[in-house]
């Protein structure tokens, strides 16, 4: 499977910052990522599909002036999490499309606390 | 739309027991993978074993093995001799075929395997 990893492992900003999370594919080029959102023993909730070199779709109810998507390169996708508001606290997990063999391998998440 | 119902929120097992996790889903596609993914204390989601909906014969990974009901729509994991690295979220998650497609998960079984 494809290894992924992401950065920040964890970060604290402050409300009203913003703050950029990267995923990155360290073995496969993804040309599709997702990311997911999971609060605290809750499921994984999609929040977006990345796409190389074209604009992320975004789930209902995500807003994408919000949760800004940029998935410059087969290898990189970053979430951008404009003015952050303490209920955006939560764990941001992101995943590699592998194609054919319909799996996705997942990051290790990056935990996000707006004080 | 696709629904995943995993009515067991949390289970406990002694080690080197068989434990049998349930999962349901709904669904009007005819094509699709089902999935059983493990989030340890460590939150990284692993890929424990996948099925294919076309395939009759129920899939297999070492001490991990599935129960697939096409039928009943049923789509349960059985964990052999439950060792204590087991411990963990478990979550079923559905996908269709077709380009990039979403995993839709269910809410989680909390497993907890005891000395």
């Known amino acids: 499977g494809a290894v992924v990893s992401q950065h920040p492992s964890w970060v604290i900003c402050k409300s009203g910052t913003s703050v950029k999370i990267e995923c990155r594919s360290l073995d496969f080029q993804a040309t599709t990522m997702f990311w997911y959102r999971q609060f605290p023993k809750q499921s994984l909730m999609l929040m977006a599909t990345s796409n190389e070199g074209s604009k992320a779709t975004y789930e209902q109810g995500v807003e994408k002036d919000k949760f800004l998507i940029n998935h410059a390169s087969l290898t990189l996708s970053t979430l951008t999490v404009t003015s952050a508001h303490p209920e955006d606290s939560s764990f941001y997990i992101c995943s590699v499309w592998t194609g054919g063999k319909y799996e996705q391998y997942f990051g290790p998440g990056t935990r996000l606390t707006v004080t | 739309a696709q629904t995943v119902t995993q009515s067991q929120p949390e289970m406990s097992v002694q080690e080197a027991e068989t434990v049998t996790l349930s999962c349901t889903y709904d669904t009007s596609e005819s094509n699709y993978y089902l999935f059983w993914y493990k989030q340890p204390p460590s939150r990284q989601m692993i890929l424990v074993i996948r099925?294919?909906?076309?395939?009759?014969q129920n899939a297999t990974e070492n001490r991990f093995s599935v129960n697939f009901q096409k039928a009943a729509k049923s789509f349960s994991l059985k964990i052999s001799d439950s060792q204590l690295g087991d411990t963990a979220m478990y979550f079923c998650?559905?996908?269709?075929?077709?380009?990039?497609?979403?995993?839709?998960f269910g809410t989680g079984t909390r497993l907890q395997v005891t000395l």
């Open positions: 099925q294919e909906a076309y395939k009759q």
């Open positions: 998650a559905f996908m269709p075929t077709g380009t990039a497609s979403k995993l839709t």
